[in-house]
C-alpha cells in the first residue's frame, strides 16, 4: 500500500468518525432514573422547552455536551479533510511529472 493510499483510507476513517461522532444522539441522566434528551452535536432533535420543563439546569448541561462533542468532533474532521486534500493535491503532481 502506498503513502498516498494510507493516507486516503487514514483521512475517511477520520472524516467518517467526526461525523460520526457528530450525529451520535445526547443525553442526560435525571435523578429520577429518566434519560432526557439532548440532541446530536448540532442540536438537531433537541427540543428545548421539553428540557426545561425537567430543569433549566438541564438545558444549560444539554448546551455544554453539544459544545463539547463539537469541539471534539470537529478537529477529528479537519484532520480527516486535511488528509484527503493532501493525497489529492500529491496525487495531482505525480500525474504532471
Known amino acids: 500500500m502506498s503513502v498516498r493510499t494510507f493516507a486516503v483510507v487514514v483521512g475517511l476513517a477520520f ?7 457528530l450525529f451520535v444522539m445526547l443525553a442526560v ?3 429520577s ?4 434528551p439532548c440532541g446530536n452535536g ?3 432533535g433537541f427540543d428545548e422547552p421539553a428540557t426545561a420543563a425537567a430543569g433549566q439546569a438541564y438545558v444549560d448541561i444539554c448546551a455544554d455536551l453539544r459544545h463539547r462533542r463539537l469541539l471534539w468532533a470537529l478537529p477529528v474532521m479537519g484532520v480527516g479533510a486535511l488528509l484527503l486534500i493532501g493525497s ?3 496525487s495531482l503532481n505525480a500525474t504532471r511529472r
Do not use: F, K, R
Not at 472524516?15 to 461522532?21: D, E, F, K, P
Not at 432514573?33 to 432526557?36: A, C, E, H, K
Open 29 to 31: 441522566e435525571a435523578p
Open 33 to 36: 432514573g429518566s434519560l432526557i
Open 15 to 21: 472524516l467518517l468518525g467526526g461525523g460520526a461522532i
Open 42 to 44: 448540532l442540536g438537531l
Open 88 to 90: 489529492l493535491v500529491s
